[in-house]
């Protein structure tokens, strides 16, 4: 398969490309898919209900499977992804392996999370179509401490144990990727424990990256102080020596945000407004292309404005359209349109493959479900390129 020269415009709109991996069946399920999560009154319904019936033990795992289960995720193990895996690489496209358990909140648990995302590590390393390994750093060790940390408590001393505990999960992880050669993403999360998270990743980073972007940190632009948070990274890795990398977001927590500002009486730490979240995110693309040879960044985003920004970037300033530093990334079952017509026409590109057990992963399921409802336009968008191609097919 050829893809499209340095010349060839990128299009968004080209669903033969975004679709081409996808059967027809697969195409009629997506669009009820989206259908229904396109209806917030039958999300808000429909996840306590499942919650509830999985809790009771109700035969409805089955049909979870063959839904959304089967077009989000890859598989309830990483050899159960191989399929999945294959798919992606033939379309020119990466797999991040997510191993997307939430909710567990025992040592015990934190330490069988460490070890599966050590064998994504080693998965990695024998696969080249996975370049990143990636961690939610509340899945390997306790929130409460993390909160402490961040508001600069006192910790008891269990908790400075569990503290040492979950750095030490982190850091066998780091390690691994380093040895490996596997770049790996520490996931953002809620503001109340993102600066102890911060600290953490700046320390992996000024370890693990002197000679080029093993750990990347994540930076959510919804919120106002982040593109100031990537600039001082960066000042800091270049004063130190080291390489910072820089994964990209909008963000994914806004709703839960502002409803603790408000409760507790402190100021939102969200942009006002999507346009000025959208400013700061573009913003944090150019500032990473300045300095792209000391740093990597992956920009994690649906939004096609950014991502035509990115890539246009790319060609004004005469960067390879694969450059070792410079990744997009979407969510596997989600846009597209913008992962296989990006990879197509020659950049890297990679999919977030979230696996795990069906019924362990229903609350990342359920988040996610919810996060699509409130983004303005995105079930709506996925609808329309579905029917296109579905139109397309038919008069083919």
């Known amino acids: 398969m050829v893809q499209e020269t340095q010349d060839h415009p990128l299009s968004f709109n080209n669903t033969e490309i975004a679709f081409r991996g996808r059967s027809d069946n697969d195409l009629k399920r997506a669009y009820w898919l989206f259908k229904l999560l396109g209806s917030q009154l039958l999300v808000k319904i429909g996840t306590p209900f499942t919650r509830f019936a999985l809790r009771i033990g109700l035969p409805i795992s089955g049909l979870i499977r063959r839904t959304i289960y089967r077009h989000f995720c890859g598989g309830e193990t990483i050899s159960g992804c191989k399929a999945a895996i294959q798919s992606l690489a033939d379309q020119h496209t ?6 997307s358990v939430e909710g567990e909140d025992s040592e015990t648990d934190f330490d069988h999370t460490c070890e599966e995302i050590l064998r994504t590590v080693a998965y990695a390393q024998a696969h080249t179509h996975i370049p990143f390994s990636v961690f939610k750093p509340s899945g390997l060790g306790p929130f409460s401490v993390l909160e402490k940390i961040n508001r600069r408590e006192t910790l008891s001393t269990e908790e400075v144990l569990a503290y040492d505990r979950l750095k030490h999960r982190i850091d066998r992880i780091c390690k691994a990727c380093h040895d490996a050669g596997v770049s790996v993403l520490i996931d953002a ?33 919804y919120r106002n102080d982040k593109l100031a948070s990537l600039k001082a990274d960066y000042y800091l890795a270049e004063t130190a020596g080291f390489f910072l990398g820089a994964k990209l977001v909008r963000g994914a ?5 502002r409803e603790r500002a408000a409760e507790l009486g402190y100021p939102v730490p969200i942009q006002p407004d999507k346009a000025t979240t959208d400013r700061d995110y573009d913003n944090a693309v150019r500032f990473c292309l300045d300095h792209i040879d000391r740093l990597g960044m992956m920009a994690g985003t649906h939004n096609e404005a950014s991502s035509l920004l990115l890539a246009t970037e790319i060609d004004r300033r005469n960067l390879p359209r694969d450059h070792p530093h410079i ?70």
């Open 94 to 99: 990466g797999t991040i392996l997510d191993y």
């Open 189 to 221: 999360e809620h503001s109340w424990i993102q600066q102890a998270i911060d600290d953490i990743a700046r320390e992996m980073m000024q370890q693990y990256n002197k000679q080029t972007p093993i750990v990347y940190n994540t930076y959510q632009l």
């Open 253 to 257: 927590y806004m709703e839960t945000e």
């Open 327 to 396: 990744y997009f990334a979407q969510l596997l079952g989600m846009s597209d349109n913008l992962t296989f017509n990006l990879a197509e026409a020659g950049y890297r590109v990679a999919k977030y493959m979230p696996y795990g057990p069906v019924k362990a992963v229903m609350p990342y399921l359920f988040r996610r479900a919810a996060e699509n409802t409130a983004v303005v336009g995105q079930v709506g968008r996925e609808l329309a390129l579905i029917t296109k191609e579905i139109k397309r097919r038919k008069h083919r």
